[in-house]
T-cell receptor, first 109, second 111 residues
Framework: DVKVTQSSRYLVKRTGEKVFLECVQD?????MFWYRQDPGLGLRLIYF???????EKGDIPEGYSVSREKKERFSLILESASTNQTSMYLC????????FGPGTRLTVT | EDQVTQSPEALRLQEGESSSLNCSYT??????LFWYRQDPGKGPEFLFT???AGEEKEKERLKATLTKKESFLHITAPKPEDSATYLC????????????FGQGTRLTINP
């Protein structure tokens, strides 16, 4: 069975904190993705990676960075969390079809 | 610019009442048309990939079809457990294969 896991289902952080969201896949996929999903705005791509140590900006990379040191793991970093980064964060991996994790609901207060 | 538009935004049906959801797209080079189902508070669940016009795929009460400009997700005799948001996406190549998503159709099936 396809499996993408995310480190937390719910997370509450304070403004200015550094936040790490982790994603692990067990399908040996080359490609991994980070999205955020907001009501009325749909799914928006933040960053993606097509190989270890490789990363590409998506549509809304500002305020975020990523790290991919191992093939199975892709981390999203909020350097200094702000209230407008309160959102549902979704990780996905793909060979061809993208498979999504369960999501992390992040609240920044 | 690659774009995906889904209609309607929301659809409410009675149990057993068949209908269709629409996904229209404009893309420079289509690398597949993808359908997902998303339940509230969860990640999208992959349903189908369609590659070329005329292709059809089925899964239980769902059937997806593809033309050169749009895709339809037909729901036959739906049940309340089919209630969810259905997302359509097109595949484009930019380094890796990326997906461009529509806004989704929120489907509610009343018993």
């Amino acid at each position: 069975d396809v499996k993408v896991t995310q480190s937390s289902r719910y997370l509450v952080k304070r403004t200015g904190e550094k936040v790490f969201l982790e994603c692990v896949q067990d399908m040996d996929h080359e490609n991994m993705f980070w999205y955020r999903q907001d009501p009325g705005l749909g799914l928006r791509l933040i960053y993606f990676s097509y190989d270890v140590k490789m990363k590409e900006k998506g549509d809304i990379p500002e305020g975020y960075s990523v790290s991919r040191e191992k093939k199975e793991r892709f981390s999203l970093i909020l350097e200094s969390a702000s209230t407008n980064q309160t959102s549902m964060y979704l990780c996905a991996s793909s060979g061809y079809e993208q498979y999504f994790g369960p999501g992390t609901r992040l609240t920044v207060t | 610019e690659d774009q995906v538009t889904q209609s309607p935004e929301a659809l409410r049906l009675q149990e057993g009442e068949s209908s269709s959801l629409n996904c229209s797209y404009t893309v420079s080079g289509l690398r597949g048309l993808f359908w997902y189902r998303q339940d509230p508070g969860k990640g999208p669940e992959f349903l189908f990939t369609l590659y070329s016009a005329g292709e059809e795929k089925e899964k239980e009460r769902l059937k997806a079809t593809l033309t050169k400009k749009e895709s339809f997700l037909h729901i036959t005799a739906p049940k309340p457990e089919d209630s969810a948001t259905y997302l359509c996406a097109v595949g484009v190549i930019q380094g890796a294969q990326k997906l461009v998503f529509g806004q989704g159709t929120r489907l509610t099936i009343n018993p």
